[in-house]
């Protein structure tokens, strides 16, 4: 087999990999309750997930409980 052919099929075959994980991640459904930062007053600030730190909280920033 010519070696740009193989190289062709090896990219191809990348990348239909690619589009498949990608897929389904989408597809993963999302948090049962969501919540969006609406209204804020005075300073706010909360801690993500898996930071030790606190972050000023921006208006329509989608929370979940956890």
């Not at 087999?1 to 239909?16: E, K, V």
């Not at 969006?36 to 997930?49: D, H, K, M």
Request: proline share 8%.
């Amino acid at each position: 087999m010519n070696p740009r052919t193989i190289l062709h099929r090896t990219f191809a075959a990348c990348i239909a990999v690619v589009g498949l994980i990608a897929a389904g991640w989408a597809s993963a459904d999302p948090p049962s309750r969501v919540a969006r930062l609406s209204y804020t007053q005075g300073v706010v600030s909360f801690s993500p997930a898996g930071d030790d730190d606190w972050v000023q909280a921006r208006l329509n920033r989608p929370l979940v409980r956890g």
